[in-house]
């Protein structure tokens, strides 16, 4: 059984996802046992108390470096055996301290068509462009922002006006992409 931990600042719908995709087997012989979340009032960490799952919530303020917060985490998840690690919305460019102990093992998932529209706000971003082709990308984690190697994409037209039905239409693309993304890694 290979053990996940999700990473996540906001309200966790991919964190729900692949904790049900592991359940359901969408995702094979694997379990999610750490959510870890950098914002307390979060609802994913509601999620996480709902699904049962084990979380390690912080303040990254009331830690005097990046490196601290981050030597914290990667001492949890080598206590759990974490075999590999899903950025589902952590709004934070992940460190050295992580990068060295869990590089090539961290992944992280984009509501764009990568290198296009990188960063916080994606879909609007699109969305205000113009484009008539969303997407979503997995790619593998460095220091850049949504940067590192792209493992899969997948594209999806939209020429309507209709903000929220295109979001709608992404977040469904994401989780789809996401558990099926990580079944093919871990197998
Ligand atoms: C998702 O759309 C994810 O792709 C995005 O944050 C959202 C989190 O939603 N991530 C980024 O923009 C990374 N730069 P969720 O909390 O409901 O899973």
Redesign the pocket.
């Known amino acids: 059984m290979r053990r996940l931990a999700v990473f996540?600042s906001?309200?966790?719908?991919?964190?729900e996802a692949i904790v049900e995709g592991c359940r359901s087997g969408v995702i094979g012989n694997a379990e999610v046992v750490l959510c870890v979340c950098d914002k307390p009032e979060a609802y994913?960490v509601e999620r996480a108390e709902r699904l049962g799952v084990g979380k390690l919530v912080f303040t990254p303020k009331d830690y005097a470096s990046k490196s601290d917060y981050e030597k914290e985490i990667a001492d949890v998840m080598d206590s759990l055996g974490i075999d590999l690690v899903c950025l589902?919305?952590y709004?934070r460019i992940v460190g050295e301290e992580l990068l060295g102990r869990y590089g090539g093992r961290i992944i992280?998932?984009?509501?764009s068509l990568l290198p296009a529209f990188?960063?916080?706000g994606?879909i609007r971003a699109a969305f205000e462009y113009g484009v008539k082709v969303y997407g979503?990308t997995i790619h593998e984690v460095d220091s850049s922002l949504?940067g590192g190697k792209i493992l899969s994409q997948v594209a999806i037209p939209y020429e309507g006006a209709d903000f929220e039905e295109l979001k709608t239409e992404?977040?469904k693309a994401?989780h789809k992409l996401y558990t099926e993304t990580i079944n093919k890694i871990l197998a």
Do not use: C, K, L, S
């Open positions: 996540a906001g309200n966790g719908a991919n964190f994913v589902a919305g709004m992280n998932i984009h509501p990188p960063g916080v994606a979503v949504d992404i977040h994401e």
